[in-house]
């Protein structure tokens, strides 16, 4: 990515490496991935549990736990969050990116108002702003998420599981940042109520023309409301694209397993096991030889577990890691 690119890009992932250092040893849960956000764009990150997805996150904000160590370099708005100072970090949070982490919906404050929960980072990063202001800030971000202003005065056990996730939306816009990284916003929330909150995403982001990264185990769902669609397994990027053709094309077999497009076999019922994938994704201590999804790919040969295979654009924005491409 030239210069000019990066200052566009809101987030810019660059060989970005995640280890955990474990009782059994290293823990590899996120391997030399590139991934970027531009301002107003809506990426999607799928994988199956375990992936890295939230590992990901995590570094984004430089939230990671002290036990995993990040190498490579996570750029938010143009700096590297993981080596800048604290300072900075702290102005950056919030302000210039936010994330509704995956269970947000538990995290608010039993005890607290939503309306003093929504000023709590304004105080933080706009102490300027007098209380009056604050409070009206609060009321057009609860409007903006579809919540009535009154609704600043309900504690969270007065509000829906969907109201709860709009209202942890507003906080994350609050301080009105560039950059919206939502880890499974809908996971916990029913059909009707999570294709409300995933359209009431999209829209806010094309109206403030922040970047969003929104993260799924449910690659459909991301196909509805992104731009571009990144898919991991085992840690790494298999394939990305645009989303319409990642979701209507799939190329890898991993992507062809999520999006479906292999028929069913297994628990019907199992509601985020890829449909006709037997077996688990591999433990990240101890990768298979190759490529990590050969063991229960449909396309394996043995050539597959000599090398890791490369991501190589397969076709224009279209990179794909798989020596079989072409052949399903
Ligand atoms: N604090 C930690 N210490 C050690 N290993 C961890 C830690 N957090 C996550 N892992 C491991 O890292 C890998 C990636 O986990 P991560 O939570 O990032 O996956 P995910 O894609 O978000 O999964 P899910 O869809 O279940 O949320 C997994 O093997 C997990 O067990
Ligand atoms: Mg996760």
Request: aromatic letters at 4%; a negative charge; hydrophobic letters at 40%.
């Amino acid at each position: 990515m030239n210069g000019v690119d990066a200052v566009s890009a809101v987030l810019d992932l660059r060989d970005v490496t995640v280890t955990y250092r474990t009782a059994e040893g290293p823990l590899p849960a996120v391997r030399g991935v590139d991934l970027t956000v531009r301002p107003g764009e809506v990426v999607g990150l799928a994988g199956e549990s375990g992936c890295g997805k939230s590992t990901l996150v995590g570094t984004v904000l430089r939230l990671q736990p002290a036990s995993a160590t990040v190498e490579g370099e996570v750029l938010v708005l143009g700096q590297d969050v993981q080596s800048i100072s604290w300072g900075k970090l702290r102005a950056l949070r919030w302000a210039g990116a936010s994330i509704v982490f995956q269970g947000a919906l538990h995290s608010l404050n039993p005890v607290q108002r939503i309306g003093a929960q929504i000023a709590e980072p304004i105080r933080l990063h706009e102490p300027e702003l007098s209380r009056q202001a604050v409070d009206v800030r609060v009321e057009e971000l609860l409007e903006q998420v579809g919540l009535a202003a009154s609704r600043k005065r309900s504690y969270p056990h007065q509000l829906s599981g969907g109201q709860r996730q709009r209202v942890m939306i507003a906080m994350a816009l609050a301080c009105r940042p560039q950059l919206v990284v939502a880890d499974e916003p809908t996971t916990a929330l029913d059909v009707m109520v999570q294709a409300q909150i995933l359209d009431l995403l999209k829209d806010l982001v094309r109206d403030l023309g922040v970047g969003l990264l929104i993260i799924s185990h449910d690659l459909s769902v991301l196909a509805d409301i992104c731009d571009r669609v990144v898919v991991m397994y085992a840690g790494r990027i298999v394939e990305s694209g645009r989303a319409n053709e990642v979701f209507t094309d799939p190329l890898h077999p991993y992507t062809k397993a999520l999006s479906g497009a292999f028929p069913r076999i297994g628990d019907p019922a199992a509601r985020y096991a890829p449909a006709g994938l037997a077996g688990d994704p591999p433990d990240p201590r101890d990768l298979p030889p190759g490529c990590s999804f050969a063991p229960r790919c449909p396309l394996a040969v043995p050539e597959c577990t000599v090398a890791e295979p490369p991501l190589v654009e397969v076709g224009p924005g279209r990179p794909v890691a798989c020596i079989r491409v072409g052949e399903s």
